[in-house]
């Protein structure tokens, strides 16, 4: 079964909208702070510079790159880019569950109208109610969106357990 029919929903479509933005702001706020998140590459990089300086203004320009990226300047920079970080990972993790519930909402009546559709369907040939293949796909369907959403439920903070470039890209692959 596919699932276009819950992007046929505008709120769902706004929502998953609302998701993505949020999502790529993520992303590129990691892409803007790499380098003081992950200074280890670019601390190599300045020493290998300074090492293949050959006039002054070479030399003062990796040093000063160099001392930027080390030291307690450095590591509070780190610190806040972090802090900044794990608020967009948030504002993020806060789409999900309106998503989500959405998603559930507009499955859960399409399922209804299917079991609608079965009992009438049924009677009509003198049998009693069994759930079809139908029916039982849109369960299928609202338990994986369930499950989807249980993680980002909690009100507890989330560590950020993937790399900001990934994060929520299964969520957002499954509604393609």
């Known amino acids: 079964m596919k699932k276009d029919f819950i992007l046929n929903d505008q709120t769902v479509r706004t929502l998953l909208q609302n998701t993505t933005a949020a999502r790529k702001k993520l992303s590129d706020l990691y892409d803007e702070l790499d380098v003081m998140l992950n200074p280890e590459d670019s601390v190599r990089a300045a020493k290998l510079l300074l090492s293949e300086a050959k006039t002054p203004e070479a030399i003062k320009e990796a040093q000063q790159r160099l001392f930027a990226l080390q030291g307690e300047p450095a590591k509070l920079a780190r610190t806040q880019a972090r802090r900044l970080i794990s608020s967009a990972y948030n504002e993020c993790k806060a789409t999900v569950v309106p998503l989500l519930d959405a998603a559930i ?11 609608e559709t079965e009992r009438a369907w049924l009677a009509s040939q003198g049998v009693g109610y069994e759930a079809t ?9 609202i338990t994986q969106l369930k499950d989807m959403k249980q993680p980002y439920s909690s009100a507890a903070p989330q560590m ?5 470039r990934h994060a929520f890209s299964d969520l957002l692959a499954w509604f393609k």
Do not use: D, N, W
């Open 133 to 141: 293949q139908v029916s039982k796909r849109y369960l299928i369907l």
């Open 105 to 115: 909402r507009v499955v859960e009546s399409a399922r209804a109208k299917a079991v």
């Open 160 to 164: 950020l357990a993937t790399h900001p």
